[in-house]
């Protein structure tokens, strides 16, 4: 959530930076300004009204205590009104914060000056390229075939048990699974992530401090009766572990890594695009989160790309690096890497990684602070990536490592799966 204050001062900067994102509201900005400058006008008269009540209650106490009651009463019948207007007021203020909240929630957030204008994925940035594509045999199949032919993951019987979307992984398909969210932890670990072990059901006040609400209602799952929603991603449980906490300086970097499951409706998602891996509804997921100082956040982004990057090359995975547009981004990131391998069965770049770097409209939402060496309280910056997400690796593994004799495990995965071989 982006701050009034810096809304107020900054106008002009604020809508050009939304532009970047062809934010469709620009007239957001200007409602918000004049909302609050009633609302700082009102505080003012409240505080004002408020100090004279409290300067005729003591002098009316003084009064008393020396016998001068008619004069007491006097100057009580000249501040009746008080209460009245304070409550007036007190009703006046509240009415316009809950209006000016309910504006600001709706504006994403602003585009680091290295993000560049544009709508659709089409106009990311390319950064970087590794590798190349894998040269696959002759009749080479998808992953969606390859995992019916070695009867390693079942759609249909997902499909029978729940829905589409929700596949069975079976033999060799689960423990490739299990071996890859051990592998993926256990790299997060050595590189200076304190694993957590999160819930799966999070409170609206979580999915509102890391933004998933009030945007994707839609795209995530509510148990209504409880009033709880399925986690999208590990990043709402594990940044929320700091929501109204205030850190010490010398804390920074904190560094999590939690695996979860992970649970995203995709309404409106059809078509061959999303066929067997490449979209689900429940998929498993290693995050990387990190709280760090303002001014060491876009070397931290620098940093998880990296980190995210080491996977993929330990995986022996034709990867590239692209910097979204202002218009793909997400609505709570200033900035984002998408690592996408290439899937050289299905000739297309799959998106494997999101890495972002949200500034402080995560913290400024969960009121997530640390104080520096002079006891002042400022706001962190809030950054996460996934390191990664199975669907696409999977996928990509089977297709890429495909031969005539079989699937090939990764090297760097042998010791995880006990086997080398998928036939």
């Known amino acids: 959530m982006l701050q009034v204050n810096y809304i107020r001062e900054n106008r002009e900067k604020v809508l050009e930076r939304l532009s970047i994102r062809n934010f469709k509201q620009p007239e957001l900005v200007d409602e918000i300004i004049k909302i609050d400058e009633e609302r700082r006008s009102t505080q003012t008269s409240l505080d004002s009204i408020s100090a004279e009540a409290n300067a005729a209650a003591k002098q009316i106490g003084d009064l008393m205590r020396t016998g001068k009651k008619e004069e007491a009463e006097a100057i009580k ?219 060491k956040s876009y070397e931290t982004l620098e940093e998880m790309s990296q980190y995210v990057q080491s996977l993929l090359k330990e995986l022996g995975l034709h990867y590239r690096v692209l910097r979204l547009c202002g218009g793909d981004m997400g609505f709570t990131s200033a900035m984002t890497y998408d690592m996408e391998v290439w899937s050289a069965a299905q000739e297309r770049w799959l998106e494997v990684s999101s890495v972002s770097n949200f500034e402080t409209y995560q913290s400024n939402r969960l009121k997530l602070r640390f104080k520096g060496k002079e006891g002042k309280a400022q706001l962190a910056h809030s950054l996460n990536g996934s390191a990664l997400a199975l669907p696409r690796i999977v996928a990509s593994i089977l297709e890429n490592y495909q031969t005539e004799n079989g699937i090939k495990i990764p090297e760097a995965l042998v010791k995880y799966t006990g086997f080398d071989r998928i036939d």
């Open 77 to 295: 019948a000249q501040t009746a009104s008080h209460k009245e207007n304070i409550k007036n007021l007190s009703d006046q203020l509240n009415e316009l914060e809950t209006a000016q909240h309910n504006l600001i929630v709706q504006l994403p957030n602003l585009p680091y000056h290295l993000v560049k204008k544009g709508s659709t994925a089409e106009e990311n940035e390319v950064v970087l390229t590794h590798g190349e594509p894998a040269q696959l045999p002759s009749k080479a199949l998808p992953h969606w075939e390859l995992a019916a032919k070695y009867d390693i993951i079942d759609f249909e019987l997902g499909v029978k048990i729940t829905g589409a979307g929700f596949p069975v992984y079976k033999g060799k398909g689960a423990r490739l699974q299990r071996a890859l969210i051990n592998f993926f932890l256990d790299h997060a670990t050595a590189a200076g992530y304190k694993e957590m072990q999160v819930p799966h059901l999070v409170n609206a006040a979580s999915g509102f401090g890391t933004g998933q609400l009030p945007d994707k209602e839609g795209q995530m799952y509510h148990s209504t009766v409880d009033d709880l929603y399925l986690i999208p991603t590990a990043e709402v449980p594990v940044t929320n572990l700091y929501r109204d906490v205030i850190l010490k300086e010398e804390d920074l970097p904190i560094k999590n890594t939690a695996y979860t499951p992970c649970f995203r409706r995709e309404a409106g998602s059809y078509g061959a695009h999303v066929r067997g891996l490449n979209r689900l509804h429940q998929f498993d997921k290693v995050e990387v989160v990190q709280v760090t100082h303002p001014d």
